[in-house]
């Protein structure tokens, strides 16, 4: 009898352990299907599943970076908005939470910001715990349908578990529409020497902004921009914050402002302002725009709070209204840059915006895929590259004249070009793989004025990823960022040296890592 009971429990056992093997096949055949579909971005923040676009919340706090997002959950088109919800430790790799807000009876959820209340001047701490303060717009479908104009107002909401779970303030919406048909996305942050909450918020075609001690009760302090910068569009996702100038102690302030339509190359794009902030009132005595990022795919960007060291982490929408529901992916829609470190640069009297990746990205590159290629004034060189479509390249050089052409078998190109004749870059995707799902994406080259480069040589820096590339020149002085869908992976690299000077050399391209 104890001999069947034994050979019993080692039947059930071994069953057991067979029934285990299995599931663990399955769940490992279903993670290696997950992020490994046609376009998905390898080394970029995308969704699990579905529609997302602006990044909100961007917020550090107790060694976690959060991340939350325009996220519809029911389909890959915009549809009712939710923030989804994303943690990182070192901003390249993600972990994918629960939805983090959902809509109400005040409206969807549309894009803004998120603090650490470290003095707990909204009360909303509990015994030891410092909350997270969301602040976000409302948008009631109902309002506009009707065809009011005040449809859009501002809430907040509290998190005493680190992002966690959150709980909408029962006096929401905390500012109200007096009539103005755009009227949203909230960024606050904590300004010293005033010691005020400051928001900056966009209605129409110029930005607001407000005070409060206690991100409740808001006071209307001034208005900027009515007549400056690009008025193409609608303004859209403002960031106000100061800036060290490189190499100096001087400081100034900034302000993002996306603008949709009206970018330089077409539909949405991210102009900024350089001036001064007193506690009350942005002002700058620039009159043009001038441009985060030259490419049609960096959108809605905004900057972290209480980042460590005060650093200012920026990451934007990889996408453009334009084209942005139409896209040729199927399970997911939309990824984000990469983060970017911002820094002001000083150039004859005039300050730039320099945006460029952070050393995280830098640390997933793995296999060297080419290294010490060298190409002469007035030569062309081809390389074969397996993993071309995700990868970084690198180089210094004073070629002010070259071509950088991807390509594959089907003769599909997406060709990056330095042309100092015009001063300027030109990035084509006009042949670049799938293009006609809808009629903006792939009409025209994208151009990028450089000024005069001179006989300095300069760094380009450029990231590939499955649907996408970053371009990086001069550390982030001139940046472009383009989607692509090519039918196959680019494997084949054409360097045309077009400068009868100045070599390029030690081209190295590195492998970089899947961060899913």
């Known amino acids: 009898m104890q001999k069947t009971v034994s050979f019993f429990f080692l039947f059930l056992l071994l069953i057991s352990c067979k029934n285990n093997t299995q599931e663990k096949e399955v769940a490992q055949e279903k993670k290696s299907k997950v992020y490994a579909e046609q376009y998905r971005p390898q080394f970029h923040f995308s969704p699990p599943e579905k529609w997302m676009n602006d990044p909100n919340g961007l917020v550090y706090n107790e060694g976690t970076y959060h991340l939350f997002y325009q996220y519809y959950p029911d389909d890959i088109v915009w549809g009712p908005m939710h923030w989804g919800h994303a943690i990182s430790k070192d901003m390249v ?23 650490v209340d470290k003095e707990n001047t909204s009360g909303f701490g509990a015994d030891t715990e410092v909350p997270l303060v969301a602040i976000f717009t409302y948008h009631s479908m109902e309002g506009e349908k009707a065809g009011e104009k005040d449809f859009q107002t501002q809430g907040i909401a509290y998190s005493l578990d680190n992002g966690e779970t959150w709980v909408k303030y029962e006096g929401n919406p905390v500012i109200g529409n007096k009539g103005i048909k755009d009227f949203r996305d909230p960024k606050v942050f904590w300004h010293e020497e005033s010691q005020n909450w400051i928001l900056a918020l966009v209605a129409g075609d110029h930005a607001k902004f407000y005070k409060s001690s206690d991100l409740k009760d808001w006071k209307y302090l001034s208005d900027f921009g009515k007549g400056q910068g690009a008025h193409g569009g609608v303004w859209e996702c ?13 400081e100034k302030w900034v302000l993002i402002i996306s603008i949709n339509p009206g970018a330089p190359n077409g539909g949405s794009g991210t102009q900024y302002f350089i001036g001064e902030f007193d506690g009350k009132k942005f002002t700058s005595d620039q009159k043009e725009a001038k441009w985060l990022d030259f490419g049609t795919d960096n959108y809605a ?65 793995s296999d060297v895929l080419e290294s010490g290629i060298n190409v002469p004034a007035g030569v062309s060189k081809t390389l074969n590259v397996n993993g071309l479509n995700q990868s970084q390249l690198n180089f210094t050089t004073e070629s002010k004249d070259f071509k950088l052409v991807f390509t594959n078998h089907l003769n599909e190109t997406l060709a990056f070009t330095m042309d100092s004749k015009n001063n300027a870059i030109i990035l084509d995707r006009m042949n670049s793989g799938k293009t ?74 590195k492998r970089m890592e899947s961060v899913w």
């Open 436 to 509: 006609g799902f809808q009629s903006e994406f792939g009409n025209k080259k994208h151009h990028m004025p450089t000024g005069n480069l001179g006989n300095a040589s300069y760094e380009v820096k450029v990231l590939l990823d499955w649907s996408s590339i970053e371009i990086f020149v001069d550390n982030g002085l001139y940046v472009m960022t383009d989607q692509v869908f090519p039918t196959e992976p680019y494997d084949k690299l054409i360097i045309e040296n077009l400068d009868n000077k100045s070599a390029i050399k030690n081209v190295l391209i």
């Open 301 to 365: 960007g905004v900057t972290y709070n209480n980042a460590p060291n005060e650093e200012r982490i920026f990451i934007g929408w990889m996408s453009n209204w334009d084209y942005a529901r139409n896209t040729p992916t199927k399970k997911w829609r939309s990824a984000m840059t990469v983060p970017r470190r911002l820094s002001l640069r000083k150039m004859e009297g005039d300050y730039m915006l320099v945006n460029y990746p952070l050393e995280q990205v830098d640390k997933l590159t």
């Open 93 to 115: 790799h993600w972990e994918h939470k629960p939805i983090a807000l959902f809509p109400d009876e005040h409206g969807l959820i549309f894009s803004g910001s998120a603090v």
């Open 238 to 250: 403002p960031d106000l914050f100061p800036l060290k100038v490189e190499g100096s102690d001087e």
